[in-house]
């Protein structure tokens, strides 16, 4: 598989993993990082403070929501406190599949997502531009049972609003009854303005592939689903950690995270 590696191209799941201190990811996605945090100088605590928030939301949906399935979209290079390991840890009957487009993510997957024995996990390599082939293939899921959709730091890729709001409805709207979404993406609606113009100026130029969006744009994506407290938030501010070493501001981690009930009729 190795050789169908674009290394010399960047890629999100790379470029975020070298933010997150990792070391599976190329020269191109270092200097894809590098440039990137030239314009938002806070993307590297960002970085942590979204993957904060994807640990906390699925604690919740295990521990509280009962949740014991999971569609986990735009997965990115395995660190700490992946989704199986916070769901299983609540619950080791959980079943997770895992969706990204990048092979080498597929790679690491297969090597070092193991499930635990009551449970089981599996992973397609799949683009989240295609909801429906995602939908076939998870084939370990229930869809007649919840799930817990995550699109954790994904569809801010995806630069028209109208075309990401089809791909997000296309996937809850095939879950049942019970099921949650988890989501969060950048925004600009929380920096300063000299930060906007500095984000704005990287999108002009194609220094970033990350398109924010306001908080009404955002809010969007929820549209028939009870929002779960506190609602749309910073992601450091969702049910924040008070024993957590790190308390990133709104400016620090400028991005909205959120969680959603599927609830019946």
Known sequence: MTDRFDSGTAHPARRYNYWL????????????GDLLAKSYPAARIAARA???FLGRAVRF???EAGIRQFLDIGTGLPTADNTHEVAQGVAPESRIVYVDNDPMVMAHARALLTSTPDGETTYLEEDLRNPERILASAGILDF???????????????????????????LVDALPAGSHLVMSLATTDLLTPELKAA???SLRTGRSD?????REEFAAYFEGLDLVAPGIAPVGDWRPDPEAEEHPTPVEASIFGAVGHKKAG
């Open 21 to 32: 201190g990792g070391k599976d990811n190329f020269a191109a996605d270092r200097e894809s």
């Open 61 to 63: 949906l295990a521990a």
């Open 50 to 52: 979204n993957r904060a």
């Open 199 to 201: 984000w704005d100026e």
């Open 210 to 214: 990350v398109y924010p969006r306001t």
């Open 144 to 170: 007649t049972r919840p799930v817990g959709l995550i699109l954790v730091a994904v569809v801010h890729f995806l630069p028209g609003q109208e075309e990401s709001l089809r791909i997000v409805r296309t």
